[in-house]
């Protein structure tokens, strides 16, 4: 029995061994394509509910994988997280947008879509972040209310007495914010309410049970009037349908993003679409 309880120790070991080498595998291949330079960025609308009217774009990374083809944010953002990796994805992503959003400022003016940026947990901790995005802006030239930096709601309130301060000094360029995935975390409204936020984006899961649980209609008019009340626009992420359109906006909601309208556009479909509603 004792050489049993051994051996079943050592496959053990083994298994998780293997597990541990296929991690940093990844964490290789991904640090690789970040000095290959294989990310691209893709643009979802944003749209506005009562007019159709295109509102802005979120910029979503992608990994052109030189075997794969696209690789979707989901299969290593997270890997990236754990390490500096995701600070320079990050940084790529947000230079890049800049770039954009100052491209379509200078051809259709202050009308033109703005950008929002995607921060992970480990970028809004980062304490040179507020310096990276200005370097961002000085470099490309942007106006600063072109760009919304979308910070998730857990990793705002993580540590919510640092946040706020960090969230001052990034609103000091001039920048808007937007709370992402709203009514996934633990919000404290003592703290929401000293926030400077100017976008609440509730979290697509509450869109997908509208129609079905009369309960999570109650929570996005909760929601919308809530962000209301503390002067954010209200975006609901995740429409796919008419009957989700429909309820949203009776709800008060006045901005969504999703499927209902459209996917994450390569830069050029997405440079198409705002020829087409500002040409
Ligand atoms: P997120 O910030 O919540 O972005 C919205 C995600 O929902 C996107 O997935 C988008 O394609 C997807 N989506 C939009 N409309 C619909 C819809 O109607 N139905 C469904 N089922 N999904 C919809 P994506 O592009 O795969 O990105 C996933 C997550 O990866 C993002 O969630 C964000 O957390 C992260 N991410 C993406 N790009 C970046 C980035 O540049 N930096 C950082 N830090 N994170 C990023
Ligand atoms: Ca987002
Ligand atoms: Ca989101
Ligand atoms: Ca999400």
Redesign the pocket.
């Known amino acids: 029995a004792k050489s049993n309880g051994a051996a079943s120790y050592e496959i053990f070991d083994a298994a998780m061994g293997a597990q541990a080498l296929l991690q940093l595998e990844k964490q290789t291949d991904v640090r690789r394509a970040v000095e290959r330079r294989e990310f691209v960025v893709f643009y979802?609308p944003k749209v506005e509910l009562s007019s159709g009217a295109l509102h802005g774009f979120?910029?979503?990374?992608r990994w052109a994988h030189p075997e794969r083809g696209i690789v979707?944010?989901?299969e290593f953002?997270p890997l990236a997280e754990e390490s500096d990796l995701?600070v320079r994805?990050?940084r790529f992503?947000l230079e890049e947008s800049c770039r954009q959003a100052k491209v379509w400022r200078d051809r259709y003016g202050a009308h033109a879509p703005a950008v929002g940026?995607?921060?992970?947990a480990r970028?809004f901790r980062d304490p040179n972040l507020a310096r990276i995005v200005g370097a961002a802006l000085e470099e490309t030239g942007l106006d600063p209310n072109a760009l919304l930096l979308?910070v998730t709601e857990s990793a705002m309130m993580d540590d919510a007495e640092s946040s706020g301060a960090r969230l001052r000094e990034l609103k000091a360029l001039g920048v808007r914010i937007a709370i992402?995935?709203f009514g996934t975390g633990y919000s404290s409204l003592a703290y929401l309410q000293h926030f400077p936020l100017d976008m609440l984006k509730i979290d697509?899961s509450f869109v997908t049970e509208l129609g079905r649980d009369p309960k999570g209609t109650a929570i996005i008019e909760a929601v919308s009037s809530l962000g209301h009340l503390l002067e954010m626009q209200v975006l609901a992420?995740?429409?796919?349908t008419t009957d989700q359109l429909a309820r949203l906006r009776d709800l008060g909601c006045e901005l969504g993003?999703?499927?209902?309208w459209s996917?994450?556009l390569p830069q050029e479909e997405a440079e198409e679409l705002i020829a087409k509603s500002f040409g």
Not at 257 to 260: A, F, R, V
């Open positions: 979802q979120e910029a979503l990374v979707s944010p989901g953002i995701i994805i990050g992503v940026v995607n921060l992970s970028q979308e992402d995935d697509r992420e995740g429409v796919e993003q999703g499927y209902y996917r994450p």
